[in-house]
């Protein structure tokens, strides 16, 4: 997996003091912390315009992502929902 190599090589890289492990759980937690915040997720520029777009042509919009279900509600409430003027 990714997130697990990186973790690997960023603790080699830079001899941290932590097992890939632990640095790879701290990073996800200071991750989750930072997106849990309202509106703290900013918004590609053309978001809205595509969207409308898409809509206004009758096509299905979806989202695909490697989060679970929670942690992907939450990323587009503190983004999408946060600053979109279209959704």
Same mark, same amino acid.
């Given at each position: ?25 701290? $990073? &996800?937690?200071?991750? %989750? ?5 309202? =509106?703290?997720?900013?918004? !590609? ?13 009758? $096509? &299905?919009?979806?989202? %695909? ?5 929670? =942690?992907?509600?939450?990323? !587009? ?11």
């Amino acid at each position: 997996k990714g997130l697990e190599r990186d973790a690997e090589y960023a603790v080699s890289k830079f001899d941290l003091k932590a097992t890939a492990a632990e640095f790879l759980a701290l $990073w &996800k937690k200071n991750f %989750a912390d930072l997106v849990a915040i309202e =509106g703290s997720i900013q918004l !590609l520029e053309g978001f809205d315009e595509l969207y409308t777009s898409a809509r206004r042509w009758g $096509w &299905k919009v979806g989202v %695909a992502s490697s989060s679970d279900g929670a =942690g992907l509600r939450m990323k !587009l409430r503190n983004g999408v929902v946060a600053h979109s003027e279209a959704v």
